[in-house]
């Protein structure tokens, strides 16, 4: 089945240091979008990756897709305590259907 | 432009009673998905509809649990019967018409259902 794995579950680093997350699937993806999650909150939607080999940037965030479109990665420089919360990637497998297939997260914590 | 909204927020339920939950996609949206988050996990996909259609409720349990969007009016998910695993967050979420697969989709706030 269409199963979308996320690493590490739990990162905590100190402000100012860089930031992680990976996401592998099991079968090719028509696209990957990535989510932000705060405590007690609702999924916002930072990106979408479309394309083999796709990098785009958002200030501080770097997100990319790999060439197989199997796997992808959010990278965060220089975190800020802002940047707390739950990232998910989001794997659509295209078709009829749009339904999301999501990571477990990975749960940042950041200290000052 | 108002976002997607979902009441209520927070239900509390006793087992065996029913629970609504409804959805208002944002204006101009014609896709609703539903998602259950269970504490310290992660989203499942539980059922896409479009107007008055179901397009894919394979991740609907296949008792106790049903959705609609009708014509009018916003779309509902409801669950019979609730037993206390069903407590967690239900979260809505609605994308424009086009091709649905390279659509963003925006979440509604959620609802809290704790059953007990």
């Known amino acids: 089945g269409q199963q979308v794995m996320q690493i590490p579950q739990y990162q905590h680093v100190q402000e100012g240091e860089d930031f992680t997350t990976y996401c592998n699937s099991s079968?090719?993806?028509?696209?990957i979008q990535w989510y932000k999650q705060r405590p007690g909150g609702h999924p916002v939607f930072l990106i979408q990756l479309v394309k083999s080999g796709e990098v785009k940037k958002q200030k501080r965030l770097t997100f990319q897709f790999g060439e197989a479109k199997k796997n992808s990665s959010l990278h965060i420089t220089a975190t800020q305590t802002t940047d707390v919360g739950t990232y998910f990637c989001a794997g659509n497998y295209g078709g009829a259907t749009n339904k999301l297939i999501f990571g477990t997260g990975t749960l940042l914590a950041v200290q000052p | 432009n108002a976002g997607v909204m979902q009441n209520p927020r927070h239900l509390v339920r006793r087992r065996g009673q029913e629970a609504r939950l409804r959805c208002s996609p944002m204006?101009?949206?014609?896709?609703v998905y539903w998602y259950r988050q269970l504490p310290e996990e992660g989203l499942k996909f539980m059922v896409y509809?479009?107007?008055?259609?179901?397009?894919?409720e394979s991740g609907m349990p296949k008792e106790r649990f049903s959705a609609e969007f009708p014509k009018e009016g916003p779309s509902i998910l409801r669950i019979q019967q609730v037993v206390r695993g069903d407590s967690a967050a239900y979260f809505c979420?609605?994308?424009?018409?086009?091709?649905?697969?390279?659509?963003?989709?925006?979440f509604g706030p959620g609802t809290r259902l704790t059953v007990l």
């Open positions: 509809l479009q107007k008055e259609n179901i397009i894919d």
């Open positions: 204006k101009g949206h014609s896709h």
């Open positions: 979420a609605s994308s424009p018409p086009g091709t649905p697969s390279y659509n963003e989709q925006f």
């Open positions: 079968t090719t993806l028509s696209n």
